[in-house]
């Protein structure tokens, strides 16, 4: 069966320093992946899009891997900031060509100033 | 990018009911989803709204429980039939807007089922 896997339990980091989240996923074939951000209360919003035939992607603070050999993508977040503290879900193309998504559960993550 | 808005924000009903939930964007969008996240877990899609035609629904998702419409470009509504508590989730709309795959969802309905 289809699954994403995201790191099953909270990160607890110091400020300025870098948060790693792992998203790791089985049965797919995706095209692309995207990570989000999601604070309490409020809807997923788009932080980054990276393809199959890209190896990393970076926006300002954010940097993201995928590996579809290992089937997996790593999202950094440098310099970490109490601002960042939140819950980042990947998600993950379905492969059917009309923009639908299959999410994982999500990380959260603490930034302590 | 787009901005949306939902309604109600949040709700508490009673088994048996039905709630319709609005989701209204700034702009003309061709795809526009239903999502919905239950307590700690990841968001699942419903369906996609279609405009003109017939929802189409994930596995899992069905029309009579989860009858959607989409009369325009900009607005659509999904309904929570005959609501049991375990529909106790957050209901969120999106849409693909303002570059390829890119996805920006609505601040979501909160429904407590009692």
């Known amino acids: 069966s289809q699954k994403i896997e995201q790191n099953s339990e909270a990160l607890n980091i110091q400020e300025g320093k870098t948060a790693t989240l792992t998203c790791n996923y089985t049965?797919?074939?995706?095209?692309?992946l995207q990570w989000y951000r999601q604070d309490p209360g409020r809807g997923p919003v788009f932080l980054l899009l990276?393809?199959?035939?890209?190896k990393e992607k970076r926006k300002e603070r954010l940097k993201v891997t995928f590996d579809t050999t290992l089937k997996q993508s790593l999202f950094h977040i440098t310099a970490s900031q109490p601002a960042d503290s939140a819950t980042y879900l990947c998600?993950?193309?379905?492969?059917?060509?009309?923009?639908?998504?299959?999410f994982g559960a999500g990380t959260t993550v603490t930034v302590r100033a | 990018s787009a901005v949306i808005s939902q309604k109600p924000s949040r709700d508490i009903c009673q088994r048996g009911t039905s709630l319709t939930i609005q989701c209204q964007v700034d702009s003309q969008v061709t795809m526009m989803f239903w999502y919905r996240q239950q307590p700690g877990q990841s968001l699942t899609l419903i369906a996609t709204a279609n405009q003109g035609s017939e929802a189409t629904y994930e596995s899992g998702f069905v029309i009579d429980k989860f009858p959607i419409s989409r009369p325009n470009l900009t607005f659509s509504t999904l309904t929570v039939s005959n609501m049991s508590p375990e529909d106790s989730s957050i209901y969120l709309c999106s849409v693909e807007a303002g570059g390829p795959e890119t996805q920006y969802f609505g601040p979501g309905t909160r429904l407590l089922v009692l």
């Open positions: 998600a993950l193309d379905k492969g059917s060509n009309d923009y639908k998504l299959s």
């Open positions: 990276i393809r199959e035939n890209e």
């Open positions: 049965n797919y074939s995706p095209a692309y």
